[in-house]
């Protein structure tokens, strides 16, 4: 079993740019595939990208050439670079975790974080 811990969010300025963390901890990133969601006032969390174990990358079309999804295995940590902010990508933005699958919803998740808040400023 793995316990994840996002850090990272804040409030930023659209445009701007904010790098999220996502720790782990019990067993190593590399043995899950690991998701980016997020979930928006009112309305239901979404998928935003992901990595699987071999390294092959999932992004949205939405976060393609703006996120960027990295893991660190010997801090057993991914990261969310996200650049170009805009007020649509205000979000909790969630870390979570499955052993297995090849779909991306957030039913399909084992673990989830506890999120981390973002705030785009116009």
């Known amino acids: 079993q793995v316990q994840l811990v996002e850090s990272g969010g804040g409030l930023v300025q659209a445009g701007g740019s904010l790098r999220l963390a996502c720790a782990a901890s019990?067993?190593?990133?590399?043995?899950?595939?690991m998701g980016w969601f997020r979930q928006a006032p009112g309305k239901e969390r979404e998928f935003v990208v992901g990595?699987?174990?071999?390294?092959?990358?999932y992004y949205v079309p939405s976060a393609k050439g703006r996120f960027a999804i990295s893991r660190d295995i010997a801090k057993n940590t991914v990261y969310l670079q996200m650049n170009s902010l805009n007020f649509e990508d205000t979000a909790v933005y969630y870390c979570?975790?499955?052993?297995?699958?090849?779909?991306?919803?957030?039913?399909?998740?084992?673990?989830w974080g506890k999120g981390t808040l973002v705030t785009v400023s116009a």
């Open positions: 019990g067993r190593a990133v590399s043995s899950y595939h």
């Open positions: 990595i699987v174990r071999d390294g092959t990358i």
């Open positions: 979570a975790a499955k052993l297995s699958g090849s779909h991306w919803l957030p039913d399909d998740m084992n673990y």
